[in-house]
């Protein structure tokens, strides 16, 4: 659900509205990596609370950025493919 989060409005974070209108696609790239880190920290604090944090290399988050981006898919392709333009 968070990948798709930045796909959804046009608003920087919900809160601040573009002087443009649009939010450029620069933005929708930082959102989805702060989305991202944002639920990194949650899962650790969770983790945290039921056992000791096991520690991870590089290829740990390397493979859950690329399934973050696969399951940001889906709002991506209704953004840009399938939303008319205008909406």
Known sequence: M???LPFL???ILFVLQPKSGKKLFFWRVLE???FFVL???IARLIEGQA???HAQNWQ???STLSLFLVLAWPGFVWRFFWRKPGL
């Open 32 to 34: 989805l990596g702060f």
């Open 39 to 41: 639920l990194g920290f």
């Open 60 to 62: 740990f988050y390397a």
């Open 2 to 4: 968070a990948a798709n």
């Open 9 to 11: 409005t046009e608003k």
């Open 51 to 53: 056992s000791p944090v």
